[in-house]
C-alpha cells in the first residue's frame, strides 16, 4: 500500500457556519483514523467534501486513481443487518472500481 485516502462528505448545513463545523469535526476524525495509518508507515491524504456522498466517493476515486474503495456498510433501522446502506449501495453500483465493504460493529 503506496497511500490511503480517507475521505468523508458532508452533506447537510443551514449555514456556512455550520458546514464549516461539519467539515472542521470530519477533518478532526479523519486526522485520528490517519494516526493507524501513520505508524505503519502508510502514507495518507485526508479529502473533505461537500455534496451527494456516492457522487463524491466515485468523482475522488477516479480524481486520486484509487485501485479499492474500501466502505463501511451503513443500514438504517430494522434492515441493518439485511442491506447495505444507500451511499454505499450507489458507489458498489456506479463505480467502475473494486469495491470493499466491511461490516462495523
Known amino acids: 500500500v503506496e497511500k490511503v485516502v480517507l475521505a468523508h462528505v458532508v452533506t447537510q448545513g443551514e449555514t456556512q457556519e455550520e458546514i464549516q463545523e461539519y467539515v472542521h469535526a470530519a477533518e478532526q476524525k479523519l486526522d485520528e483514523a490517519r ?54 449501495y450507489l458507489v458498489a453500483k456506479r463505480t467502475k472500481r473494486p469495491i470493499l465493504v466491511v461490516h462495523q460493529d
Open 35 to 88: 494516526k493507524s495509518f501513520d505508524a505503519a508507515g502508510i502514507g495518507t491524504d485526508i479529502r473533505v467534501r461537500l455534496g451527494s456522498p456516492s457522487d463524491e466517493i466515485i468523482r475522488l476515486a477516479e480524481e486520486e486513481d484509487v485501485s479499492l474503495i474500501v466502505m463501511s456498510r451503513h443500514g438504517q433501522g430494522w434492515l441493518r443487518e439485511l442491506v447495505l446502506g444507500s451511499t454505499t
